[in-house]
């Protein structure tokens, strides 16, 4: 089976890293997360990404957490890794140090040091030069600063076999439509951003790696069924209906940043995943007030409670 032949499925979620109270892993925690994500309509799972606080989390840390969602899910779903970062080489000796644990990466574009074009080639060129394993390339240019050209991608696509796919989080759909006319038909990609999934689905896209899935994933993994099938406006009416939930957990002008939001939803709903690790902090009172009622007007996914715990 080739790199390309691994169905990582329409819905991803990027999943968060629960703390405990001391602010230490919460792992069992992580395993029951990864379950509920699975039976809510997650086909596969990013481990330790953005929403997972990759910058925060020690390498130990991050295997440790691949080990626990690969035995967790048990084969129910994939595991995709976050092992790219601003370093070629510390994104290499992550992800060989996954080893089985994960059945793909996440390769982020490099932030911080914003090489140009050429350099993002060579960048994930090379880290997909020394691992079999399928690569999933990241574009998220309101974090990074650097936003990846169509071009670019669209080369990788064509000269590098085990780069899958993209999770696209540049708001410019025009971009998108580069993209999708561009890459071979076998290269799949992803919304990053939850809001702009629908127009994104109309252009081309598969799917969507999702940070609102946590607590409203049936309905995205409907809205995504619908769009495939070509039942588009029924697919535009769930958008719509949860486009007021997306703008919540990324509202344009935020007091904090993401994922503070969906770990807030997730405490407010009774699934606990604790705090954030600094330099991210909580959600205010008064922003998580708003959030609460806010979630009061959806259907959420069953989130079991800790008494029922496995």
Not at 205 to 221: E, F, N, T, W
Not at 228 to 244: D, I, Y
Not at 288 to 295: F, N
Request: hydrophobic share 40%; aromatic share 6%.
């Amino acid at each position: 089976m080739s790199a390309r032949d691994v169905e990582f499925g329409r819905l991803i979620t990027a999943m968060v890293t629960p703390f405990d109270k001391q602010g230490e892993v919460d792992y069992r925690q992580a395993a029951r997360l990864a379950r509920v994500l699975v039976e809510n309509g997650t086909e596969s799972i990013v481990v330790s990404g953005t929403t997972g606080e990759s910058p925060t989390l020690t390498t130990e840390e991050k295997l440790r957490l691949f080990q626990t969602v690969k035995e967790a899910v048990g084969g129910r779903a994939k595991v995709i890794g976050g092992t790219g970062n601003y370093s070629t080489r510390e994104s290499i000796e992550l992800t060989h140090a996954a080893g089985e644990s994960i059945d793909g990466v996440l390769l982020v574009v490099p932030y911080y040091n914003n090489p140009p074009q050429e350099g993002l080639y060579r960048h994930f060129r090379t880290i997909a030069e020394h691992t079999s394993l399928p690569c999933i390339l990241y574009n998220v240019p309101s974090r990074t600063v650097r936003n990846m050209e169509a071009a670019t991608t669209v080369r990788l696509a064509k000269d590098v076999p085990n780069i899958v796919g993209i999770k696209e989080a540049a708001e410019s759909l025009d971009q998108v439509a580069e993209i999708v006319g561009g890459v071979p038909p076998d290269f799949r990609v992803w919304s990053g951003n939850d809001g702009d999934t629908f127009p994104k689905l109309c252009l081309g896209a598969y799917g969507v790696v999702s940070v609102a899935s946590h607590i409203v994933g049936r309905q995205i993994r409907q809205m995504l069924d619908l769009a495939a099938v070509g039942r588009l406006r029924e697919a535009a009416q769930l958008h719509l209906r949860l486009l007021p939930l997306f703008r919540a957990l990324f509202p344009p002008v935020a007091p904090v940043a993401s994922p503070a939001a969906i770990k807030a939803a997730l405490n407010l709903s009774g699934f606990e995943v604790g705090g954030l690790r600094l330099p991210m902090i909580e959600l205010p009172e008064a922003a998580q007030t708003k959030l609460r009622e806010l979630l009061a007007r959806y259907e959420l996914d069953p989130l079991p409670a800790p008494a029922t715990a496995a």
